[in-house]
């Protein structure tokens, strides 16, 4: 994601600011920094993120 490009919040009209957002898959935790609204706490997680590193740890998990 681009540092410059600033992400608002289609609900609040807020700008989205980094905050450390964790996630739960298969029993495992692990934490990420993601843009999120700080009036309503709605994250947005990047398609990047998704197809790749998610997408990976996911694998990883399920080949256990």
């Known amino acids: 994601m681009a540092?410059?490009?600033k992400l608002i919040c289609h609900r609040c009209g807020v700008e989205?600011?980094?905050v450390k957002t964790f996630f739960n898959y298969l029993?495992?935790?692990f934490n990420t920094e993601l843009p999120?609204?700080?009036?309503c706490g709605e994250?947005?997680?990047p398609e990047s993120l998704v197809?790749?590193?998610m997408t990976a740890v996911e694998q990883e998990l399920e080949d256990k």
């Open 3 to 5: 540092e410059d490009r």
């Open 16 to 18: 989205l600011v980094p």
């Open 27 to 29: 029993g495992h935790n």
């Open 36 to 39: 999120a609204c700080p009036k």
């Open 43 to 45: 994250v947005f997680i």
């Open 51 to 53: 197809r790749g590193r």
